[in-house]
């Protein structure tokens, strides 16, 4: 089984930023698409942002301008820089596979909080 560690979250005042880390543990981790998710109190899970195994990356429009992922294959590590962060933000954030959150090939991490109040 791959394990997906996510960790950076916390509490943050509006405006301010976080930047979040997924560690995968499979030496494969560089020929898969990423994704960084997130799930709100009564929410369905949502993609936040997706960056391929070419590191092209794709955003929800919500969120584009303020977040921006990345990949450090050499560390089987993604991350999430976040900016200008927003209430709506507030949500579990969990990294898996795909673009997806139903079509996910890796079983979901404990995912890091993220709670952005004032």
């Known amino acids: 089984q791959v394990q997906l560690v996510e960790s950076g979250g916390g509490l943050v005042q509006p405006g301010g930023s976080l930047r979040l880390s997924c560690v995968a543990s499979?030496?494969?981790?560089?020929?898969?698409?990423m994704s960084w998710y997130r799930q709100a109190p009564g929410k369905e899970r949502e993609r936040v942002a997706t960056?391929?195994?070419?590191?092209?990356?794709g955003y929800a429009d919500s969120l584009k301008g303020r977040f921006t992922i990345s990949r450090d294959n050499a560390k089987n590590t993604l991350y999430l820089q976040m900016n200008s962060l927003k209430p709506e933000d507030t949500a579990v954030y969990y990294c898996?596979?795909?673009?997806?959150?139903?079509?996910?090939?890796?079983?979901w991490g404990q995912g890091t909080q993220v709670t952005v109040s004032s």
């Open positions: 898996n596979s795909g673009a997806s959150p139903t079509t996910t090939l890796f079983n």
């Open positions: 499979t030496s494969l981790f560089r020929i898969y698409a």
């Open positions: 960056i391929t195994s070419s590191n092209v990356a």
